[in-house]
């Protein structure tokens, strides 16, 4: 089945170590997309690319960075984890930015710091 | 900004009940989203909608855009069901892909 996998579900990493979150897609899809969701809140977008346009939202930290090296994989890096990044982090994918397209997102994996 | 208002926040139901999900908007939009999202899990998109209705087993999606308001409901509620719906709207303008979501509501239907 086309779908959208995340890797790994659950990440353990310390304080101040680098960390990367996995997505690939078989949806042969143009656009992909990372959030931030903690607990009891909603998903916050951090980032989308648009095939290898990479667009950063206005209050997404440097702290996290992001590659996209081909059409079916796109990478989350955090590059120093402080214990406030402990979060579920959620890739999505759609064919196109519009308003009706459906977002396809994946079942997400659950950072923790210590 | 578009504000999304779903309520309500927490439904409690027993299985084989008909629910019903409110999402209200104050901008107007082209298209409206509902997710589902089970505790600890990741999120699936139920239905996108941009007029009318829409169903999906046992799952029904209204939309009505003049009023800015749409209902999610469910018949023959079961406890798989159990989980939180979320109802998502586009921004306007350039921004289309950006949602703005719903507080969500938690469903908890009991055997």
């Known amino acids: 089945d086309a779908m959208v996998i995340q890797n790994p579900r659950y990440q353990v990493t310390q304080f101040g170590k680098p960390v990367t979150l996995s997505c690939s897609q078989t949806l042969n899809h143009n656009v992909m997309y990372w959030y931030q969701q903690k607990s009891s809140q909603a998903p916050k977008l951090l980032f989308h690319y648009y095939d290898k346009d990479f667009n950063n939202e206005a209050d997404t930290p440097d702290n996290f960075q992001s590659r996209r090296p081909n059409t079916s994989f796109c990478f989350l890096d955090i590059r120093s984890p402080g214990l406030g990044d402990a979060a579920m982090y959620l890739c999505?994918?759609?064919?196109?930015?519009?308003?009706?397209?459906?977002?396809?997102f994946g079942p997400g994996t659950r950072l923790t710091v210590l | 900004k578009n504000e999304v208002e779903q309520s309500p926040q927490n439904l409690t139901a027993q299985e084989g009940e008909f629910i019903t999900i409110n999402c209200s908007y104050s901008v107007g939009i082209s298209a409206l989203h509902w997710l589902q999202q089970h505790p600890g899990g990741g999120i699936v998109s139920l239905f996108m909608l941009s007029s009318g209705k829409k169903k999906h087993g046992r799952l029904i999606a209204t939309i009505n855009i003049q009023e800015k308001h749409s209902s999610l409901h469910i018949t023959a509620s079961h406890p798989r069901d159990s989980a939180v719906y979320i109802c998502a709207v586009p921004s306007s303008g350039g921004s289309n892909y950006k949602l703005t979501f719903g507080k969500g509501t938690l469903l908890t239907v009991n055997p």
């Open positions: 999505a994918t759609s064919r196109d930015t519009g308003p009706a397209d459906t977002q396809y």
